[in-house]
């Protein structure tokens, strides 16, 4: 059994950055695929990034491409997503995940194990 905590999340103004966190406790989270979801007011829960297991390989959604960047710290067992250049309309409850499914990592069946999420608020 694997447990997620998110934290790091906050207000904070277009244009900015901010820097969430995953904490695992429980199993070694380097063992796992870890992604980041997001869920806006009103909408479905939606990929943004993930990172694999073994090669830490990443891939993100077109939307933050190249603004959201996704790392993990072995010695902390804690999975980073790094948000920069950030907007009104990233405004969400961010997920971390994490699993080892062979379903496509963009889609939450990929994913065993859920954190609670952390608020982020961009204002414009």
């Known amino acids: 059994q694997v447990q997620l905590v998110e934290s790091g999340g906050g207000l904070v103004q277009a244009g900015n950055s901010l820097r969430v966190s995953c904490l695992a406790s429980?199993?070694?989270?380097?063992?796992?695929?870890v992604a980041w979801f997001r869920r806006a007011p009103g909408k479905d829960r939606r990929f943004m990034a993930a990172?694999?297991?073994?090669?830490?390989?990443?891939y993100y959604a077109d939307s933050v491409k190249g603004r959201f960047t996704i790392s993990r710290d072995n010695a902390k067992n804690t999975v980073y997503l790094q948000m920069n250049s950030l907007k009104p309309e990233d405004t969400a409850v961010y997920y971390c995940?994490?699993?080892?499914?062979?379903?496509?990592?963009?889609?939450?069946?990929?994913?065993?194990?859920w954190g609670r999420g952390t608020q982020v608020t961009v204002s414009s």
């Open positions: 995940a994490a699993g080892t499914s062979w379903e496509n990592l963009s889609t939450p069946l990929h994913y065993e194990y």
């Open positions: 429980g199993r070694t989270l380097s063992t796992f695929d």
């Open positions: 990172i694999t297991r073994s090669t830490d390989r990443t």
